[in-house]
């Protein structure tokens, strides 16, 4: 994992190069003003040497202004290596997301994906900075102060360091404590921002069965939970901060103490002591700063493992220099192809059915019987486990997904529509069409004449997932843009079992415009829709029970004659 994360760093090396040459020179800086110190008591001042105490501070006001400079050399350029390492991470991880599989976000809640892209890479984003930079700056600092308080006195250096192994004992105890805790955290914080994010998005829901005392405490729990582990978190960091806190005021009050036998002996000069109380303060910073370290390792670590965990998800297969689907007609043929979800529960059996190219099928029946299934399969969001699917008679996994995906066009019953406005939703079937081409589109639809009573018509801002629409006209917002895409193939998944009669007549008239010439397969429950159908299919879990024509089947007086019955 460490050598992933060190990946992230090659764009920025020669900026993460000058960070650390700045941390050294910064970090010299500090080392000598107890020196000057020293000399100023030992000699300087004893001897009223006035001209050197003037050019000693000249000097250190010219180190001063220098750290300054460098500092801030650290605090811009060191942050920005981190923000672009984090930027980096967060760009790759959403190209990552947008390759896996469907059955992925079935399984995963949206607001704890947020949580790990945002939040956990902000924390990686600070590890990339403060960390390398603050170990590099402590190991100048802790050598250079040793070898300097060992030229001062080198029994009282030998004194501080009996007490070094105690120091990192403690921090190796605590180490693995916190990292679980901080862990835990993690994964609460996720939580609640999938609460959240649920919450927020079916708010009309909540509001309409007056169920806000429900979600309320759907997310008490889970910031309940999150406060608890997060409390537990700090209770493990307070236990490393005291302890090291405690440990590094011992080398203080031990220098006080035993420094000052010395200078009362005589063994080390006024200017001596002094020096070394300057000296123990910069060797205990570092201390500290390792101290300060442990917390942002720990929470950046967790982050980055979180984060290593999607990366590590195995993306959808797309077969390398796959062919081409070009000049489709649209013949589809489902050969034997069997499906079962995760927990083995076999949807469909060695289904067969052939789509003639131009023609449509469709598909009626229980729910539970595999329709949608079959629909999410023919553009590859679910991948079957045996059998074999062709268009034209190229089996769909010899082919790149996207050549695959670009020669069919989708329209569900639940239509998702992206914030933004009415043009930018109409040209995602295709971003490089013209003002004229969404337009075209939209007549297509029969959406044209609406939105030309609106005030900004085509820039009209519909709001998130067009809220501001009705079902109808988000309908036709979907239709518009498979009319602008112009696949060969159409699957209508229950694409108008959502909205009331008269609607669904008028949605019903584009979409048989939309299907004219396209090899379409449709799955309804509304059999009204689907009576004009080359061929009806009747899905049950037994597999296929009945097919034929609306006037065959109706004949046949069997299941499908029953639901039209039902559904009439």
């Keep these: 994992m460490l050598r992933k994360f060190i990946e992230f760093y090659k764009p920025y090396i020669k900026l993460f190069t000058l960070d650390f040459i700045a941390a050294f020179l910064a970090a010299g800086c500090d080392l000598v003003y107890p020196m000057i110190t020293r000399n100023i008591i030992n000699d300087i001042v004893p001897n009223r040497k006035f001209r050197f105490l003037i050019i000693f501070a000249v000097a250190l006001l010219i180190i001063y202004i220098a750290k300054a400079g460098l500092n801030y050399f650290m605090t811009y350029y060191g942050h920005a290596v981190g923000v672009r390492m984090q930027a980096d991470m967060r760009q790759k991880m959403f190209d990552h997301l947008e390759n896996l599989p469907c059955e992925y976000f079935d399984n995963n ?134 302890g090291m806190n405690f440990f590094t005021d011992l080398l203080s009050l031990i220098v006080l103490v035993v420094g000052g036998v010395f200078t009362y002996n005589g063994s080390i000069t006024i200017g001596d002591f002094t020096a070394y109380i300057l000296y123990i303060s910069l060797f205990t910073n570092p201390v500290k700063k390792l101290v300060n370290f442990m917390e942002q390792y720990q929470a950046g670590a967790t982050g980055f493992k979180r984060y290593m965990e999607i990366m590590d998800q195995i993306p959808e297969k797309d077969i390398e220099h796959g062919k081409e689907l070009k000049d489709v007609k649209g013949n589809i043929d489902i050969e034997n192809v069997s499906f079962s979800y995760e927990n083995n529960e076999k949807v469909l059996q060695n289904f067969s059915l052939s789509i003639p190219a131009g023609k449509m099928v469709a598909l009626v029946g229980p729910s539970g019987g595999g329709k949608t299934t079959i629909c999410n399969m023919i553009p590859r969001f679910y991948e079957y486990d045996s059998g074999n699917i062709y ?133 309804a429950h509304r059999l009204s829709t689907v009576q004009h159908a080359d061929e009806i299919v009747v899905v049950t879990d037994k597999g296929i029970e009945e097919r034929g024509t609306h006037e065959e089947l109706m004949k046949q007086n069997g299941i499908y004659a029953g639901f039209h019955v039902v559904y009439k």
């Design 109 to 242: 809640k949206t607001g704890v994906i947020m949580s790990r892209m945002v939040n956990d890479l902000m924390e990686v984003s600070e590890l990339a900075h403060h960390g390398p930079e603050d170990i590099f700056t402590s190991l100048v600092m802790f050598i250079g102060a040793l070898i300097i308080l060992c030229t001062i006195n080198v029994p009282l250096t030998l004194i501080i360091f009996a007490f070094i192994p105690l120091l990192l004992w403690f921090t190796l105890s605590r180490r693995k404590k916190m990292t679980d805790a901080f862990l835990k955290t993690k994964v609460k914080i996720g939580e609640v921002n999938a609460t959240l994010e649920n919450s927020l998005a079916g708010v009309r829901v909540t509001k309409s069965f007056v169920n806000k005392e429900h979600e309320m405490k759907k997310f008490k729990v889970n910031n309940m939970k999150f406060k608890e582990a997060r409390e537990y978190a700090y209770k493990t960091m307070a236990e490393y901060f005291s």
């Design 391 to 523: 268009i034209d008679g190229t089996e769909i996994h010899d082919v790149s997904l996207k050549s695959l995906r670009d020669n069919i066009g989708i329209v569900q019953q639940d239509v998702f529509l992206f914030t933004g406005t009415i043009k930018d939703n109409i040209a995602y079937g295709n971003p490089d069409a013209t003002d004229e081409d969404i337009m075209r589109a939209a007549k297509m639809a029969s959406l044209h004449e609406f939105v030309m009573t609106l005030k900004d018509g085509y820039d009209t801002y519909i709001g998130e997932r067009g809220v501001k629409l009705s079902g109808g006209q988000k309908q036709r917002i979907s239709i518009a843009r498979v009319f602008l895409k112009n696949p060969p193939i159409l699957i209508l998944d229950e694409a108008t079992s959502a909205l009331d009669n008269i609607t669904e007549h008028e949605i019903q008239m584009s979409l048989e415009k939309l299907c004219a010439d396209r090899t379409t397969l449709v799955v």
